[in-house]
């Protein structure tokens, strides 16, 4: 009955260490140059947060006494970090001790926690809720949290019960004292969607502060660019085509000084009697999204940003996520399925860009 069609997320993202077929595998895809390298780069690479990480920097600008060690050293401490404390797949990350806290007093919490919570609630209001991280039980019950999922579709019950344990106005964030309280006891956050982007955003920061000017960052696929490459051009990256057959780029773009992110129904979703379950939840109806947009793919100054509002216009769908990313003038590419056809829509922002 049911075809558990996300093997490559359930096999290979929980298996630490093998992570190198994921290279090949993410919405976003690393386009090399076409010209030779005329400067000289480093590439680093390695397993985080149930994926991949890669970082390719020119080492021209670099002091003389920076080695490879320290650069790399810096990078997987950061990501270390970063991951004992947004998790959900630690019990004992900072964002898992939150989830379990019971009371509703004010929690002090790290700057990254705090940042990363700061940028969501500003999204969820911007796009009316359709993002919101407290959709957690929900991600949970469908299988797309770090317990794999089941072959069945969840009562119609639980998941009424479930989604009173969710809303982003239960959430209360206290800007002067860096905190953060629930409404409700039961309440409890899932980053997934936001935090792989913050830590792009971070590994780039941190990157910078060590004296390296240019560079590609990528998490997962998601990745942000400064600079010029080896071959002293524009980055390029590809937004693949949204489909598991055959890996291809639908679309090759310039990155300057930005960050990119997709969210898509092709990879992580369970197909159950020929229907497609992805493991993007609605918030107002807690079942994952039904429409024809096969992927939506967000350029913005941070990664972090690019990240959520991708996850947020895929909940929209392809007209009211259209409307609102024009309004707000994002860069937005959206690829519509058709069958086995694709056709895309992108916003003036994004039309304006040179590819
Ligand atoms: P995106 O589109 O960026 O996000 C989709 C995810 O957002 C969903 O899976 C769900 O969790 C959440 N979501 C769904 N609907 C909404 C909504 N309406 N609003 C807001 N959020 C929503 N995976 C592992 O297998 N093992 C690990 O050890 C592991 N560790 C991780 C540690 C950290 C710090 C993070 C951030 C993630 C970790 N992951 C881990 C998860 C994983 O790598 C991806 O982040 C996750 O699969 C989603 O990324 P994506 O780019 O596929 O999807």
Redesign the pocket.
């Known amino acids: 009955m049911t075809l558990v069609v996300n093997a490559r997320?359930?096999n290979t993202?929980?298996v630490?260490g093998d992570v190198l077929p994921l290279f090949f595998l993410f919405?976003i895809l690393l386009i090399s140059c076409t010209r030779q390298a005329e400067r000289s780069q480093w590439v680093f690479s390695g397993p985080?947060?149930?994926?991949s990480w890669s970082v390719k920097i020119i080492t021209d600008s670099l002091q003389s006494d920076t080695s490879r060690q320290t650069i790399e050293t810096g990078i997987t401490s950061q990501l270390e970090q970063?991951?004992s404390?947004?998790?959900?797949?630690?019990p004992d990350?900072e964002?898992m001790e939150f989830n379990r806290e019971r009371s509703l007093k004010w929690v002090d919490v790290s700057s990254s926690f705090y940042t990363v919570l700061e940028q969501?609630q500003e999204i969820?209001q911007l796009s009316n809720g359709?993002?919101?991280?407290?959709?957690?039980p929900?991600?949970n019950l469908w299988g797309?949290?770090?317990e794999l999922g089941k072959d069945t579709i969840p009562d119609a019950g639980v998941i009424t019960q479930l989604l009173k344990q969710t809303g982003y106005q239960n959430l209360e964030l206290d800007t002067e004292q860096q905190r953060i309280r629930k409404r409700i006891p039961e309440l409890s956050v899932?980053?997934?969607?936001?935090?792989?982007?913050?830590?792009v955003d971070q590994v780039a920061l941190s990157l910078e502060k060590l004296g390296v000017k240019e560079y590609l960052v990528e998490?997962?696929?998601?990745l942000r660019a400064k600079g010029r490459n080896a071959a002293n051009q524009a980055w390029r990256v590809g937004i693949e085509t949204p489909t598991l057959q055959l890996q291809s780029v639908y679309k090759a773009i310039q990155l300057v000084d930005e960050g990119i992110?997709?969210?898509?129904d092709y990879?992580?979703f369970y197909d159950i009697d020929g229907q497609r379950y992805s493991?993007?939840?609605?918030?107002e109806t807690g079942y994952?999204?039904k429409h024809d947009l096969a992927s939506v793919t967000v350029l913005a100054k941070s990664t972090m940003i690019a990240?959520?509002w991708?996850?947020?216009l895929?909940?929209m769908g392809a007209d009211k996520g259209y409307t609102l990313a024009n309004q707000l003038q994002l860069p937005v590419l959206f690829i519509i399925r058709t069958g086995d056809k694709y056709t895309d829509k992108a916003t003036s922002a994004f039309i304006r860009r040179k590819s």
Do not use: C, Q, W
């Open positions: 997320l359930n993202k929980r630490a919405a985080t947060m149930g994926t970063i991951d404390l947004l998790s959900t797949y630690r990350s964002l969501a969820s359709a993002f919101d991280v407290t959709v957690s929900l991600v797309f949290g770090p899932d980053l997934s969607s936001i935090a792989k982007g913050f830590a998490i997962g696929g998601e992110a997709t969210s898509g990879r992580n493991h993007t939840i609605d918030p994952p999204v990240d959520a991708a996850t947020a895929s909940v």
